[in-house]
């Protein structure tokens, strides 16, 4: 139910990156901006980023804070709070909490703003990843802990009660590229920035090729980069239902239309997760030093859809947050993983979608 509040509150909303990072604030500032509509919301983000916040309301604005030159350094920082500083704000909610995010929100605090900052659970996260007296037990979700800080600031906000936005037209600009939507649209992004979370070449492959094999789906591939995009290449070969996202012109903002579009997206524990969740597409996800524990399951996708390396096999599981730390052994952990129960979960999602679908026609039939 929307909130009232005094007029003229302006809230900041600090998170500069990574990718799926920022996309997991999406889910957190469309239930501030619902269910408090005469509050005004500025996020505080990298450029790149924009498109993920651009249709959420016209009360939500972006601004664009480039630490590559005007707000480099020290000096930079206080150069963006200056520029803040204008918009008259009222609270600052740092979803970063790293030293730019800890600068601002010491400015604002010294000038006496209301600032909260995100708890990252770091005692909890060693526990998880610890190789010995490992407590292996769930932690809160990040989206969880984004929302705890609107709460310090008198926002609190119920996350999943928040519905997803209708699906954008695709324009002429994106079915150039994917062609009329027919069919199975299944999305695999098989990349992520640390090895310990990229499923084996030969088993993605196998999965491609199963999926490609069943002539009712397309499969999209997504990746970034000339050499990315070389390897998806390979992946695809001559299969005409195989269309490599990675090289293709388009923004953030059109993939974004595709990957809503998608009744399906494969992805490691990376971006393309968050970002085919907050656009309400099923999510299914590989796991290998990282774990769902840790709270980064895509969001609303139920815990079964992600499949996880064999703990019985590698104890030590998850050896990582961010899946950047190297623990000898355990390179082949994701190998426990076959591709066809890979194959097995995507199509049993495919399946659910297409009931509950029905079954939605005949509630409006009836």
Do not use: C
Request: hydrophobic share 40%; proline share 5%; charged share 25%.
């Amino acid at each position: 139910m929307p909130k009232k509040v005094r007029a003229n509150k302006h809230i900041i909303l600090l998170r500069f990156s990574a990718m799926g990072d920022v996309a997991m604030t999406v889910p957190v500032i469309r239930a501030l901006a619902q269910q408090y509509p005469e509050l005004k919301i500025t996020v505080v983000s990298r450029g790149i980023f924009r498109p993920f916040f651009d249709t959420i309301s016209p009360r939500v604005h972006f601004y664009d804070a480039d630490f590559t030159k005007a707000h480099k350094g020290i000096l930079g920082i206080w150069r963006l709070y200056t520029e803040l500083r204008k918009l008259h704000v009222t609270a600052v909610a740092d979803l970063h909490n790293v030293l730019r995010s800890k600068l601002l929100t010491f400015f604002f605090s010294s000038r006496g703003k209301n600032t909260a900052t995100v708890d990252k659970n770091r005692a909890g996260r060693k526990q998880l990843t610890a190789k010995k007296n490992k407590v292996f037990k769930p932690l809160k979700p990040v989206i969880e802990n984004y929302a705890d800080v609107l709460a310090k600031l008198g926002y609190p906000v119920d996350v999943y009660s928040v519905p997803i936005p209708d699906k954008k037209r695709l324009t002429k600009d994106i079915t150039s590229t994917t062609g009329k939507k027919e069919g199975n649209w299944i999305g695999i992004a098989p990349f992520a920035k640390h090895k310990g979370k990229v499923y084996p070449k030969s088993y993605i492959t196998q999965v491609i090729d199963s999926l490609s094999a069943n002539t009712k789906n397309k499969v999209f591939l997504f990746g970034g980069g000339k050499e990315e995009e070389e390897k998806l290449l390979g992946m695809a070969g001559d299969k005409n239902n195989i269309v490599v996202i990675a090289g293709k012109t388009m923004n953030l903002w059109q993939e974004l239309k595709l990957i809503s579009h998608l009744d399906v997206m494969l992805s490691m524990d990376s971006a393309n997760g968050q970002m085919a969740a907050i656009m309400g597409s099923k999510v299914v996800t590989l796991w290998g030093a990282t774990h769902p524990y840790a709270g980064f399951v895509p969001y609303k996708q139920p815990l079964e859809n992600s499949l996880t390396a064999d703990r019985e096999k590698y104890p030590l599981l998850p050896t990582s947050i961010y899946g950047n730390k190297r623990v000898e052994g355990y390179e082949d952990a994701m190998k426990t993983i076959t591709p066809q129960s890979v194959v097995a979960k995507i199509e049993a999602v495919l399946d659910a979608a297409k009931k509950e679908n029905t079954s939605k026609k005949q509630d409006i039939i009836l």
